[in-house]
């Protein structure tokens, strides 16, 4: 009896040591810096070519893979070689540095400075490239008011090269 008793206070009192253990093995995942209000210019031979605008930021340059996180969201202007602006707004993006990937997330929308706007849920960006791309369902609207929507679309940053998976829409003939 006695036996049966230490063994189950034996069991209790491991179990309790065990989930100590565990929680102080885990590691902490926390960002090696952090920043509220950010108002980030990129600059190229003195020209301004993106300013990148958000309420947080979130730097995980220490991690094995490395990458910058905008939990609330961010709004870009980008600048062409002509000055003329377009605009990327996200209500999520994460930035990968060693592949220069950005990852833009939930109510994706970029304007161009002639009108044209592409919206979906979720939106890569090749920086080397400066080439977008995604799988999901996208809606593009030109200036003159077509549309084309469907899922998976790739195309340049300014919207010169624009392949589509399978869509369908309207066109607008300009004149």
């Given at each position: 009896?006695?036996?049966?008793?230490?063994?189950?206070?034996?069991?209790?009192?491991?179990?309790?040591?065990?989930?100590?253990?565990?929680?102080?093995?885990?590691?902490?995942?926390?960002?090696?810096?952090?920043?509220?209000?950010?108002?980030?210019?990129?600059?190229?031979?003195?020209?301004?070519?993106?300013?990148?605008?958000?309420?947080?930021?979130?730097?995980?340059?220490?991690?094995?893979?490395?990458?910058?996180?905008?939990?609330?969201?961010?709004?870009?202007?980008?600048?062409?070689?002509?000055?003329?602006?377009?605009?990327?707004?996200?209500?999520?993006?994460?930035?990968?540095?060693?592949?220069?990937?950005?990852?833009?997330?939930?109510?994706?929308?970029?304007?161009?400075?002639?009108?044209?706007?592409?919206?979906?849920?979720?939106?890569?960006?090749?920086?080397?490239?400066?080439?977008?791309?995604?799988?999901?369902?996208?809606?593009?609207?030109?200036?003159a008011g077509g549309y084309l929507e469907g899922p998976g679309v790739d195309?340049?940053?300014?919207?010169?090269?624009?392949?589509?998976?399978?869509?369908?829409?309207?066109?607008?003939?300009?004149?």
């Open positions: 009896m006695l036996v049966t008793v230490l063994a189950v206070t034996v069991f209790f009192s491991c179990e309790s040591n065990f989930k100590e253990v565990k929680r102080i093995n885990s590691v902490a995942f926390s960002p090696s810096g952090e920043a509220d209000n950010v108002d980030l210019k990129y600059t190229d031979s003195g020209k301004i070519k993106a300013i990148l605008v958000s309420p947080k930021m979130l730097d995980y340059s220490n991690a094995k893979y490395p990458f910058t996180e905008f939990p609330r969201g961010v709004h870009v202007t980008l600048y062409d070689d002509n000055q003329k602006q377009s605009f990327v707004d996200a209500d999520y993006a994460i930035t990968y540095a060693r592949t220069d990937i950005i990852d833009l997330q939930g109510n994706v929308k970029i304007t161009s400075s002639d009108g044209k706007l592409l919206q979906t849920d979720q939106l890569y960006y090749d920086q080397k490239n400066e080439w977008f791309f995604t799988e999901k369902n996208f809606k593009y609207t030109d200036e195309f340049s940053r300014d919207f010169k090269v624009f392949n589509m998976q399978n869509s369908r829409g309207e066109v607008t003939k300009l004149e």
